[in-house]
């Protein structure tokens, strides 16, 4: 993070935390990017240049992102039930992945990005897949910041996939049912040896998960900026930050500052 970017983020820390002590920031940050329909028809525009705005504000979060050294940066990009939407937003939405890649992909290698491409992605189009597949191989030693982008991907279906391979290790003999543990789980999902997501953040005021990395969630913190995506800047981003920075994470615990005697109860009770 170079000088300017440092001095407004801690501005913003100062102003939106205790001003005290090193920010707390999240080990995973994963982004619901909502809003660019939205976006679109409020300045009159075909929804497809609601999402190629989209893509804009999209470079910034992730230039800043591995600026702050976050280690883990996931985007829904496109979900399995996206097949829905018209033909022509679908198309354009492809399209955008071609771009993206084509303009970006030299940027991120330099910066020591390292590319995961979440969900099915041999039902994608046969460009769009090699151009995901290459950038994956790319990027693949890279030890920098883990961007993982969700393209045709459903929380469900990727557990669905974890499962029947743990089913097979079982009918294979190479484990036992009882061995099996929650990080047997993490360890077949997309997202095996990166940290749990610590702050989901979904812009344009919408409170849901939409199927999006619903094991790796668990613990998350959540924060529903009523912005729509295209209009999401840095410093927004940052106000989300300092937020996360002031949460209480007991993880189902209690404050050590809670009353003595108080009823022990479930996580945020």
Known sequence: MNAKQ???????WKQNGDG??????????????????????KHKLNVSRGHRQGT???????????????????????????WSR???????????ILDFFASEID??????????????????????????????????GNTGLH????????SRAELVRATAEIARMVRDGEMQPEEITEQTISDH????????????????GEMRLSNFLLYQNAYAEFIF????????????????????????RRYGGRDSTAENGADQGGEGT
């Open 6 to 12: 440092l001095k407004a983020f801690w501005s913003i």
């Open 20 to 41: 005290d002590g090193e920010p707390r920031l999240p080990r995973h940050v994963a982004i619901i990017m909502d809003g660019n329909g939205r976006w679109a028809k």
């Open 56 to 82: 804009e504000t999209l470079r910034e979060i992730i230039r800043h992102t591995d600026d702050l050294g976050i280690e883990a940066l996931s985007l829904y990009a496109f979900s399995t039930e996206n």
């Open 86 to 96: 018209p033909a022509e937003e679908v198309a354009a939405l492809m399209q955008l």
């Open 107 to 140: 940027e991120l290698c330099e910066k020591n990005v390292r590319i995961l491409i979440l969900g099915d992605k041999s039902a994608l189009p046969a460009k769009q897949r090699e151009t995901l597949i290459e950038a994956e191989q790319r990027t693949a």
């Open 147 to 154: 961007l993982n982008i969700g393209v045709n991907y459903g």
């Open 189 to 204: 999902l997309y997202t095996r040896g990166q940290p749990d997501v610590d702050l989901l953040i979904r812009t344009s």
């Open 225 to 248: 900026p009523e912005v729509l995506w295209p209009d999401f800047t840095v410093a927004e981003y940052d106000r989300c930050l300092a937020a996360f920075g002031r949460r209480d």
